[in-house]
C-alpha cells in the first residue's frame, strides 16, 4: 500500500488560511499564493486575498501573524484600535513577529514602476 503524499507546502498555507477564517468568521472570495517580492501578503477591495509563496517556508507562528493580519482586513481596512485589539488577543506575539519581518535580510525590497 502507498502512503498518501503529504500536502504542497502552499496547499498547507491555503488551508492555515481557510482555518483562519472560519475562526474570524470572514470569508475571502479567493486565497492566492504567489511571487510578492517584499512582502508576505495583501488583501484586495475585492475579498482577494494573496500570500507570497515563500511564507509556506516560514515557522507557523510567522504564518499565522501574516494570515491573521491580511483577513481582518476583510473587516476592518485600516490598522486602527479594533484591528489592533483583534491581532493582539488572535496572535498575542504579533509586534514582535511584525519586528522580524521589517528585519528580514532575505527578502526582496518591492519594487514600484511609475
Known sequence: MVAKSPLY????L???A???AITLKVNPDQ????RLPGKWGSCAPDGIVTFADDLAGEAEAFQDWVIVHEL???RYRDHGKRFKALM???VPDWREL???SRHS?????ERRDG
Open 9 to 12: 507546502p502552499e496547499d498547507q
Open 98 to 100: 511584525e519586528k522580524q
Open 31 to 34: 486565497v492566492q499564493i504567489r
Open 14 to 16: 491555503r488551508r492555515r
Open 18 to 20: 481557510m482555518g483562519w
Open 105 to 109: 535580510a532575505d527578502r526582496e525590497p
Open 72 to 74: 481582518l482586513h476583510l
Open 88 to 90: 493582539t488577543a488572535l
